[in-house]
């Protein structure tokens, strides 16, 4: 029915006051984002065939889906994402995109992908990639949540157009009768005319952005449960990436799109063992680094004099208490400057375990899966340390009687290629104890590595004759070395063993957990 059938009726409603819309060019795009970060996503997206299929197919259901690719890696990689101006949005990115990125926020893996993917922008696009052609896959059901179903956002759409273009026509009418000096019967009931199709076309969408509207709330649980999903998966492709180049690149910081770091993610995602070793790598040279740095900024010498010097890490408090007052702070960067502030000198020690390190790795079958790549992990970190100071590094590789692999690693001598090798190397055999330790003299005597330090792993038991454990008693005298055993037995605590006979030091992982391992190894190597 025509709810205006007067000029009068026209005149004392709300209409009578309508103005022509201004023509707002909307967008898709929920977030805003900087040239740079323009940039950055550009050079990502270079030669990503999978990804444009994926936008495309999807693109034909829902036009704002290539924008939400966009937005959903702005979301992830931002600092501090920026909004559009809600009148700006289309409506699918209003009631679609907009909706789907403040779930992704409210995500329980939010925090956690974000920690990963802030101003990191390989693990950011990867993840974005992932959410997205999870998306792309769940959208039939996505739009149904959404109140999507018979097209009903394009519907939407098309109304609010035909509503601006009401209104304009509307406006445009009253203007013109106003400045008519004489009434104009035919010009009045154009305006009664325009003044309905406005009308209609204002409950149209009204009616249509309820339906919408009354969906999605409807479904929101299933929707929250969808994202949230696809958030999951997006951070296991964050850590992976994270992993993989923190356990294998020689800057494993640069987190950026190059030739060495998408090389190294093609290689390494074609090997399951790699990508297991990765889990726990990347972490434990992060440890490593840590030991490094701490030894570095507190040292481990005694205090036995003063200086004058500029290393405010040693500075007295005497001094740095000049930084308290506004009047005396000048005093101190004065001091600082000519390098005249009193601080402690230090006596520094001759560190414990500076020779060459041999690991003599268990892999026997019961080591399968994630023991073998924990171990693989802690063999690597060994690698690195020695390689940190210019030390030698041997991987003994060991399984049933005379079963055995020996990698050498001598200083710059080795590849990144002869480290994955290693790193894949899998006896799966039986255990045997005598093999790599035989091994493991003959590398002293016969290799270079004299004054080597052994870090023995196995999950295992093996009873070493008493003869020969004599043998190695002598061995461990003549040649002065030192055997750390690590014993995987988180899984069997009460496990009898047989690494006290020859190991001095021993760890289990019943007892501890594998970091704190790993840092007692770091602290006692660097």
Not at 33 to 38: G, V, W
Not at 284 to 306: P, V
């Amino acid at each position: 029915m025509k709810k205006y059938r007067t000029i009068g009726a026209v005149l004392n409603s709300p209409l009578a006051n309508v103005v022509a819309p201004s023509k707002i060019n909307t967008t898709d795009r929920v977030l805003r984002s900087t040239k740079l970060e323009d940039s950055i996503y550009t050079d990502l997206r270079a030669d990503d065939g999978s990804l444009d299929q994926v936008e495309q197919t999807a693109a034909e259901k829902l036009a704002s889906f290539p924008a939400l690719s966009r937005d959903v890696f702005q979301s992830f990689y931002s600092l501090l994402p920026r909004h559009n101006d809600e009148n700006t949005l289309s409506v699918a990115a209003r009631k679609f995109n907009a909706p789907i990125l403040e779930r992704i926020t409210q995500s329980e893996d939010f925090p956690t992908l974000k920690a990963i993917c802030e101003g990191r922008e390989l693990p950011a696009y990867e993840a974005a990639s992932e959410f997205i052609t999870q998306t792309a896959g769940e959208l039939d059901g996505l739009l149904s949540d959404l109140g999507g179903e018979n097209n009903a956002l394009n519907t939407l759409e098309k109304l609010e157009k035909g509503e601006e273009q009401a209104q304009r026509d509307l406006a445009g009418l009253l203007e013109r009768m106003q400045r008519c000096k004489e009434r104009d019967p035919q010009l009045e009931q154009s305006v009664v005319e325009a003044a309905n199709r406005a009308d209609s076309k204002q409950r149209q969408v009204e009616a249509v952005g309820k339906m919408i509207d009354a969906k999605a709330a409807k479904n929101k649980d299933d929707l929250t449960a969808s994202v949230a999903q696809a958030v999951s998966a997006a951070v296991e492709k964050a850590e992976e990436v994270q992993n993989i180049i923190g356990a294998w690149s020689d800057e494993p910081g640069k987190l950026e799109k190059n030739k060495v770091n998408t090389g190294l993610l093609d290689l390494v995602r074609k090997s399951d063992v790699l990508k297991d070793i990765s889990k726990y790598l990347g972490r434990f040279r992060e440890i490593f680094a840590q030991g490094k740095r701490n030894g570095y900024a507190y040292g481990r010498g005694e205090k036995y004099s003063l200086e004058l010097g500029c290393n405010l890490s040693r500075a007295l408090t005497s001094e740095l208490a000049m930084l308290a007052s506004s009047k005396t702070v000048l005093l101190f960067l004065q001091k600082y400057q000519r390098k005249q502030i009193k601080q402690y000198q230090r006596r520094e020690p001759i560190y414990k375990g500076m020779g060459d390190i041999i690991c003599c790795l268990d892999e026997s079958i019961s080591t399968a899966g994630d023991p073998a790549a924990w171990g693989k992990a802690v063999a690597l970190t060994l690698l690195e340390i020695a390689a940190g100071s210019g030390r030698g590094f041997a991987l003994i590789h060991f399984a049933s009687s005379g079963e055995f692999k020996t990698d050498l690693f001598r200083p710059g001598e080795y590849t990144m290629g002869d480290k994955l090798s290693a790193a894949e190397t899998f006896l799966n055999g039986g255990t045997d104890f005598q093999t790599p330790m035989e091994e493991a003299m003959r590398l002293m005597k016969e290799e270079g590595f004299e004054n080597a330090d052994i870090v023995f792993i196995t999950d295992g038991e093996c009873e070493l004759p008493q003869e020969y454990l004599d043998e190695l008693k002598q061995e461990q005298t003549a040649h002065r070395f030192k055997v750390t055993g690590i014993l995987l037995d988180k899984d069997e605590p009460n496990m009898d063993f047989s690494l006290k006979a020859f190991c001095q030091d021993i760890y289990r992982t019943s007892q501890l957990l594998g970091d704190d391992i790993v840092r007692e190894l770091v602290s006692k190597r660097v």
